[in-house]
């Protein structure tokens, strides 16, 4: 699975389409932060509702109505401090949470009015001040003597070690990649969260002290689970998927510019110049969910001319939410549903088209009256799902499903003294939101198993 300029008459596949200053432009920031005033006038429209929809609405339970009184009170650093009590990668949340399917469709004024409070936006006008500072406003307590080993350093695994320190527990982290922030860092459209965002707040969640990390460092390949038992008291999984689904059509590992879309996503949030990035000119994506809609809208960014998504259901059962599949739309994006790929066309070794069937449901279940239909292509891009990995935990007793880690209401796996969190876990949501709250759930679930007191 390879990306390749090729000569045109092969495969119209070049880096370079737009030049740099186009590239910023069409990477800028997907919702520029709120002004002061701004930010003023929109806290002024809450009604700070006694048992408040958009709290329950939202998985960290952050106290909404509290921080953006605090916001109206020009209290920005309290505002900051109630959000991340709550969710420590609040900062994040603020720029990639589906708000509008979460607390803002909660919002009372939604109901009324059909124009919620902008939540996330107040959300990042408070805690971006606080996370440019790159200092923690929480303070250690005394160490306890507790060692934990955290796996992973995305969201979870942050969140999780975050909690930890606080409480006084020494941690080490166990990351495979070379920098923090799981897929905050590397699976994220880049005009979701831009100037490196993702790296500042990861430093300011570890600046609080009390946490050592281990860069490339991949469990079962480098370090066991059976010696971080050994040689922690605890141990918190958040090592995420391991690998992504196939098509499983032939030529997709062997064709030219057939290409995973979350490494391709990867690729493109750590490159520094974005010009020297290949792109074809005509873009299919497979999939339906954000991961398809991000790399779709980036293409596009990019400089492709045309871009179709084709998913296997009607649009309204894609993941992807509406405000997503819109955005996509408005970029130029051409969205086509009940449609699901059966070949995949070469030419001189690179890709050529992509061959679909239509499809239908009959009694619930996927059919195909048996049309196919061809759609030429330079490029596809692959986003329907990622997995678990099981081999990296192979002999280490964990209960399993489906190659995920099976735990209860307290993150607690089969195995005494493991918990786990994030996409690993069976019932994982894909949502940063979700694995913050498994990391402080399992986080308070270690402390109470370790007999540290938590002020």
């Known amino acids: 699975m390879s990306i390749a300029a090729r000569p045109q008459g092969l495969s119209d596949v070049a880096a370079g389409r737009l030049d740099r200053k186009t590239l910023d432009a069409n990477f800028g920031d997907l919702h520029p932060p ?58 994040m949340c603020a720029r990639v949470c589906p708000t509008e399917t979460l607390c803002e469709e909660a919002c009372v004024r939604e109901a009324a009015e059909g124009k919620p409070v902008q939540i996330g936006l107040l959300q990042r006008y408070a805690t971006d001040a606080v996370i440019e500072t790159g200092r923690s406003p929480y303070t250690r307590a005394a160490p306890t003597g507790k060692r934990v080993a955290v796996v992973g350093a995305g969201p979870a695994g942050l969140a999780c070690a975050h909690a930890l320190a606080v409480a006084g527990v020494d941690v080490t982290i166990f990351e ?46 480098h ?25 499983g059509l032939p030529g997709e590992s062997e064709l030219e510019n057939v290409a995973d879309a979350v490494d391709y996503i990867a690729a493109l949030r750590q490159a520094e110049d974005k010009t020297a990035l290949p792109i074809g000119r005509r873009v299919v994506v497979i999939g339906g969910g954000m991961t398809a809609i991000d790399i779709a809208v980036q293409s596009k960014k990019l ?25 996509a739309q408005t970029n130029g994006v051409v969205i086509r549903t009940w449609a699901r790929p059966v070949a995949i066309e070469g030419h001189a070794g690179a890709l050529s088209g992509v061959l679909f069937e239509d499809t239908h449901e009959h009694g619930g279940a996927l059919a195909s009256p048996g049309s196919v239909f061809r759609i030429e292509a330079d490029m596809l891009f692959t986003a329907i799902g990622q997995r678990g990995a099981p081999e990296v935990l192979e002999g280490a007793g964990l209960e399993l499903n489906g190659g995920r880690i099976v735990v209860d209401g307290e993150r607690r796996t089969s195995v005494p003294g493991v918990w786990a969190g994030g996409d690993c876990v069976l ?9 913050v709250e498994d990391g402080k759930e399992a986080a308070r679930s270690i402390v109470a198993a370790l007999g540290v007191s938590v002020a």
């Open 34 to 91: 709120l002004t002061d005033h701004e930010a003023s006038v929109e806290s002024d429209r809450c009604y700070f509702c006694y048992e408040a929809p958009c709290q329950q609405a939202c998985p960290t339970s952050i106290d909404i109505p509290l921080f953006i009184r605090q916001i109206a009170a020009s209290n920005r650093t309290g505002a900051a401090k109630t959000i991340f009590d709550a969710n420590i990668l609040g900062g």
């Open 427 to 435: 019932g994982g949501e894909d949502l940063t939101v979700s694995a």
């Open 303 to 327: 400089g492709a001319q045309n871009v179709t998504i084709v998913y296997r259901r009607s649009e309204d059962h894609m993941k992807a939410s509406r405000f997503e599949r819109e955005l």
């Open 223 to 247: 370090v066991k689970l059976d010696e971080l038992r050994r040689d922690y008291d605890a141990v918190f999984l958040a090592m995420g998927l391991g690998a992504t689904n196939k098509l």
């Open 176 to 221: 495979a990649r070379g920098k923090p922030g799981g897929l905050n860092e590397y699976g994220i459209a880049a005009y979701k969260t831009v100037d490196d965002f993702a790296a500042k707040e990861a430093a300011f969640v570890l600046s609080v002290g009390g946490i050592e990390t281990q860069y490339g460092v991949a469990l079962g390949e």
